[in-house]
């Protein structure tokens, strides 16, 4: 957790996450999300410049880390859902253990199939996983989630909220009893889930989640949401803080997220993915690189005065 920017306030001055594209597939629509790509100028969860195999994922993420000693964690944030068609991060997380030992991997998901994972993904080095809950009542999710798609099967409306928060909350057990630390994201949506999400936060701390992000709602029309099409409000800052006050409680709340894109490099609040979109190291560059990360993560101490 030390080295986890995500987990630790203290910890985003001195180490960066890399999150790597290799999840282009959803199993659930969210009112609030367009996966666009190519938008390289947007910031914003599901937006990414490229998709990657996994082993484009791995050579990225060397060339990073040769770049960017301060890299300590990668993450798979999507664009879609990591779990959705899981092959691909598998194969990734192998591949990044072989290359890259030393590195934290984590995982973000909207928790619909998570259960029947927790295992293997434990199995292969990830201790961080992020669900998405912004509902306990099916009548409040089916407002936020048109559809979801489980076993074999479409389920709409509140019959296919309840399959969702079912399975979130599954997950989140098996999760939890694995030792993984959780983090719940919880985007507030004004006058559907806004004062819910206090039952949400009492929710998840009862289950052993570590941290909750409440983040807000996103919904520029330009960006080609539902909520944004329809012209669903974002919350201001005054009611964003009062929100967060209301959950104030044993659970930390984090209040340093960005909000990163799929494809996001670098330390929180200063995005670099433009920056890496063609860069390539010959291996005497690579080998100098990954030397100076490894003296920059062994002397690291207090997050201040790195060398």
Same mark, same amino acid.
């Given at each position: ?105 984590? %995982? ?6 998570? !259960?029947?994972?927790? *295992?293997? $993904?434990? &199995?292969?080095?990830? #201790?961080? /996983? ?98 944004? %099409? ?6 201001? !800052?005054?009611?964003? *803080?009062? $929100?967060? &006050?209301?959950?104030? #409680?044993? /659970? ?56």
């Amino acid at each position: 957790m030390a080295r986890h920017p995500c987990y630790s306030a203290k910890a985003h001055k001195a180490f960066a996450r890399m999150h790597v594209p290799v999840a282009p597939a959803c199993n659930i629509q969210c009112n609030y999300c367009n996966r666009k790509y190519d938008c390289s100028n947007e910031s914003r969860p599901g937006v990414t410049s490229t998709r990657l195999t996994p082993a484009e994922a791995v050579r990225k993420v060397l060339t990073v880390a040769a770049r960017l000693p301060q890299l300590s964690v990668v993450g798979i944030a999507g664009p879609g859902d990591p779990l959705a068609k899981p092959d691909a991060v598998f194969e990734t997380l192998e591949r990044l253990r072989a290359a890259l030992p030393d590195i934290t991997p984590c %995982l973000s998901t909207n928790g619909l199939v998570l !259960a029947d994972y927790v *295992e293997r $993904l434990k &199995a292969l080095g990830v #201790g961080h /996983v992020t669900i998405t809950i912004n509902a306990t009542d099916p009548d409040v999710a089916e407002r936020i989630y048109p559809w979801v798609y489980a076993e074999g099967k479409r389920h709409e409306g509140r019959a296919g909220a309840a399959v969702l928060l079912e399975r979130q909350f599954a997950g989140l057990r098996a999760a939890v009893a694995a030792g993984m630390l959780v983090k719940v994201n919880s985007v507030m949506i004004p006058g559907i889930n806004d004062e819910h999400l206090v039952a949400v936060n009492r929710a998840i701390t009862a289950r052993g989640v570590f941290m909750h992000n409440i983040m807000p709602l996103i919904s520029d029309p330009a960006h080609g949401t539902p909520f944004g %099409l329809a012209g669903q409000r974002e919350p201001t !800052a005054q009611e964003l *803080e009062g $929100l967060r &006050a209301r959950c104030a #409680g044993p /659970v930390k709340l984090m209040r340093h997220c960005r909000k990163c894109r799929a494809d996001a490099i670098g330390l929180l609040g200063e995005d670099r993915h433009a920056e890496f979109a063609n860069v390539s190291l010959s291996v005497e560059e690579m080998e100098v690189g990954l030397k100076r990360r490894e003296k920059y993560l062994r002397y690291a101490q207090g997050f201040e005065g790195a060398p």
